[in-house]
């Protein structure tokens, strides 16, 4: 066993071997990238950053235009994808690629930093904390704006995070930075707050120099768009400011009242209807899938040194702004989902906008973690283990809750007070709703979080029994009980993240088959089929990404959004001006369109009877597009003459 370890050892000792175990989690990052890219259907927001991006690019619209497509954030996460469709081949594939390219140029840019600071392993394990995470690859393998967040922020960093920079370096951080404002309003603060970083790290001459830069992108950014962007704004500014701004802005601009709407959420839709008690579990559903991330920086919180003086002080600048940075956003999105329980849903996909900035913080610091003796400490992070563990299982219950009720046991009529067993098997579900009238709903949560608690339990007592045998054995321990649980749960949980229990569950948009060419090739039969300026109704599903194959019709920008700027009443003039529809608009839309392009869950109601009046004709239906959807395929229908 000797001769055994000291090769396994003398192997980690090979001088490049950090390098070559980074270069293989990389290729295991892209080999991911890779496959997901073509197996996951396309969402909204893909086909929405796609399609309004292109039709900005080749100028049918401009962004925040009136009558125009809804443009409901900042530019450049538009328009950096309506390029690459423009310059290159419009389509669902160029996007993709162009994602791919961003999730690797990230993931680069993150061994460049972590491997600056911290060393060489450190940057190979925080490859591999983001090889091992299928959730954020999956996010990051569609072409939406959280992949070109992620790939700028990267970036960013490591273009102003260090110690004797070259100056254009950093400045160049700063103007990328600025067109982070530009590219999404959530990413805002990540300015202001490099600037300080920038005063306090690089001195004031280069931070002077930091501030005009930032200043000038952002405000050139916002006149070439002004007045439109103060549709953005309007949701975020105090509300009695609201007017004065508006007098300023020009004489045809929308009303007060429609440009707050803008950023309301979604009306009279109720976008999802889902089982949540909150932003609490929304939070557990983003610990699951960015365990490493934010447990990881939590741990770093309550282990970092507070009062000794740090040997590195690059590496302690560094830690304090990427806390503060962390910090400050992890606040700005849980404020967001808790004004607008819509959004609840949607919170792993806003972490990741900026969880590098966990999976940096933790392969920076970890040398620094230490324990802290104070016998609180060491009653606290046991609970917070357990919290958390709790909370991962209780977010997870509509998986592990619902396979976990169906386990046949057996029967008793309320065991806990009669201790008695009777003849045969019972569901769980049944068990606890006949003895302790728990309906179908709480018992899955209560269960799975149950579950999630037992496996906290089990892992304190792994590392209380480690650190026994290891004191026996008088081995030196030189972690307190509450470090060493701290690392072995977040070992645990780096280790699980591929499977069901955290990342490897995150399946929403799993499709069978190469997704890419399903699409390409209904989109070649629709452009064989609608010609050239023809005018279009979509109802054609969530996704219009499949329109990049229409470059040269007519659209109802409005509609683009579907059911997500759809509004019930309204006056139709003041709703198209801002980009929302509702249903008089739409009637009026058909009426006008050349032709009618309706998915098959579509098909039904008064768009159904209409195409059926006896003014249409049925074109050669696009069969089942998707593999995982019985009613992806798409039915044609065009106006007589």
Same mark, same amino acid.
């Given at each position: ?8 050892? !003398? ?14 989690? #990389? ?49 450049? !996460? ?22 791919? @390219? ?16 911290? *060393? ?43 110690? /004797? ?6 400045? =160049?951080?700063? @103007? ?9 309003? /959530? ?26 830069? #930032? +200043? ?64 609490l579990t929304a939070l557990f559903q983003g610990m ?17 040194? +507070? ?43 806003? =972490? ?23 016998? *609180? ?59 302790? #009238?728990?309906?179908? *709903? ?5 269960? !799975? ?30 972690y307190s009980f509450g470090h060493m649980a701290l ?24 499709? *069978? ?5 399903s699409y390409e090739t209904a989109g070649a039969q ?7 300026? !023809? ?12 329109? +990049? ?6 659209? @109802? ?6 059911? @997500? ?21 739409? /009637? ?18 008064? +768009? ?10 049925? =074109? ?22």
């Amino acid at each position: 066993m000797k001769v055994f370890y000291k090769k396994l050892v !003398s192997i980690f000792e090979y001088p490049r071997m950090a390098e070559i175990i980074a270069i293989l989690g #990389g290729l295991l990052y892209f080999v991911q990238l890779i496959f997901h890219a073509f197996t996951q259907s396309s969402v909204l927001d893909e086909g929405l950053y796609q399609y309004k991006g292109y039709l900005f690019a080749t100028g049918k619209y401009v962004p925040y235009q009136e009558y125009g497509p809804w443009t409901n954030h900042m530019p450049l !996460s538009f328009l950096s994808y309506g390029y690459i469709q423009r310059f290159l081949e419009p389509g669902i594939r160029t996007g993709r690629y162009f994602a791919i @390219f961003l999730a690797v140029l990230g993931i680069i840019a993150i061994w460049i930093l972590v491997r600056r600071l911290g *060393g060489n392993w450190a940057g190979a394990a925080a490859v591999w904390i983001m090889a091992m995470n299928p959730a954020m690859i999956k996010m990051y393998s569609l072409g939406v704006s959280q992949v070109l967040v992620f790939g700028m922020l990267a970036w960013i960093l490591v273009l102003t995070i260090g110690e /004797n920079l070259p100056r254009w370096q950093i400045i =160049l951080g700063v @103007f990328l930075s600025s067109l982070l404002a530009m590219t999404r309003l /959530n990413l805002v603060p990540v300015l202001p707050l490099l600037l300080v970083y920038i005063f306090w790290q690089h001195g004031r001459r280069l931070g002077i120099w930091a501030v005009i830069t #930032g +200043l000038l992108v952002v405000s050139v950014g916002h006149f070439v768009i002004w007045p439109g962007v103060f549709k953005l704004w309007a949701n975020w500014l105090p509300q009695i400011i609201i007017p004065f701004l508006e007098a300023r802005l020009t004489s045809n601009a929308a009303t007060t009242k429609d440009i707050i709407s803008t950023m309301g959420g979604f009306g009279d839709f109720n976008a999802y209807s889902i089982e949540l008690l909150g932003p609490l579990t929304a939070l557990f559903q983003g610990m699951r899938f960015h365990f490493v991330a934010l447990t990881g920086t939590l741990s770093a919180l309550m282990l970092l040194p +507070l009062k000794r003086k740090w040997e590195n002080e690059t590496v302690f600048r560094a830690t304090v702004f990427l806390l503060g940075l962390f910090a400050v956003l992890f606040g700005v999105h849980m404020w967001a989902i808790s004004q607008n329980d819509s959004l609840l849903f949607a919170f792993p996909l806003y =972490l990741s906008f900026f969880s590098l900035l966990g999976v940096v913080l933790v392969t920076i610091t970890f040398p620094y973690w230490q324990g802290r003796d104070w016998f *609180g400490w060491q009653i606290l992070i046991p609970f917070i283990i357990l919290a958390i563990s709790a909370g991962i299982s209780f977010g997870a219950a509509e998986e592990i809750g619902e396979q976990l009720l169906k386990i046949n046991i057996p029967r008793t009529n309320n065991f806990f007070r009669t201790w008695n067993f009777l003849p045969g098997y019972i569901p769980l579900d049944e068990f606890l709703e006949n003895n302790y #009238g728990l309906d179908y *709903g709480s018992s899955k949560k209560i269960v !799975s979080a149950g579950v999630g608690f037992g496996i906290g339990i089990l892992m304190l007592m792994v590392t209380y029994g480690t650190r026994k045998l290891l004191v026996k054995n008088k081995k030196p321990v030189t972690y307190s009980f509450g470090h060493m649980a701290l690392i072995v749960f977040l070992g645990f949980g780096w280790l699980l993240s591929p499977t069901e229990v955290l990342g490897g569950s995150y399946d929403q948009y799993d499709c *069978g088959g190469n997704v890419i060419a399903s699409y390409e090739t209904a989109g070649a039969q629709l452009a064989d089929l609608i010609p050239s300026g !023809s005018s279009v109704y979509w109802a054609g599903g969530d996704s219009p990404i499949i329109l +990049l194959s229409l470059p040269n019709i007519e659209i @109802f920008p409005a509609q683009l959004n579907g059911r @997500f700027s759809f509004r019930n009443g309204g006056d139709p003039d003041a709703l198209e001006r801002v980009g929302y529809w509702n249903q008089e608009l739409a /009637n009026e839309w058909a009426q006008e369109a050349d032709f009618i392009l309706v998915e098959d869950s579509n098909y039904t109601g008064w +768009l159904k009877d209409w195409v059926n009046s006896g003014s249409y004709y049925e =074109l050669e239906k696009i069969p089942q597009i998707l593999s995982c959807r019985d009613n992806s395929g798409l039915r044609i229908f065009g106006k007589f003459p």
